[in-house]
């Protein structure tokens, strides 16, 4: 959820019917994202939640009615990892273990600022998303009793 803002080049700047979009293109997933332009030198867009730590090929393109779509510029763009993606990593692998609540002890001990909790679970959920998991993976883990 990061803002991602690109400056144009001189000869980029163009008339206001060009529209501008970004395509990532990674190992094995594509995105493509539109972009707001903020001046006329300047676009921003939100990066795509993505499905591994990669570098990523990022072609900006640009398009106009009636006239072919044109790569403008390319690029390499990093998604790392962050704690947020450790996080997910981890719940996601000890589902249905009970010690894995330890986690929460420490959150406990440690006392953030709620905002900083409620700002971190926003992004666990949304590295959530984005994680590979087995088709028969679930939150309940393998032993789905409720003993």
Do not use: M
Not at 31 to 43: A, Q
Not at 81 to 93: G, I, M, R
Not at 111 to 125: N, T
Not at 134 to 145: K, R
């Amino acid at each position: 959820d990061s803002v991602i803002t690109v400056q144009l080049t001189e000869e980029d700047k163009v008339e206001e019917d060009v529209v501008f979009y970004l395509v990532f293109t990674g190992s094995t997933v594509q995105h493509c994202t539109s972009t707001r332009k903020i001046n006329p030198g300047s676009l921003e867009t939100i990066s795509p939640g993505h499905d591994c730590c990669e570098t990523v090929k990022v072609a900006l393109c640009a398009s106009r009615e009636g006239h072919p779509v044109l790569v403008v510029a390319e690029e390499s763009f990093q998604f790392i990892q962050d704690e947020a993606y450790d996080a997910a990593q981890f719940l996601a692998s000890c589902a249905g273990n009970q010690q894995a609540l330890n986690f929460t002890r420490f959150l406990d001990r440690s006392r953030p600022p709620a905002a900083d909790v409620d700002f971190l679970d926003e992004k666990v959920a949304l590295a959530f998303r984005h994680l590979k998991l087995p088709a028969e993976w679930n939150v309940l883990g393998a032993d789905q009793s409720l003993s």
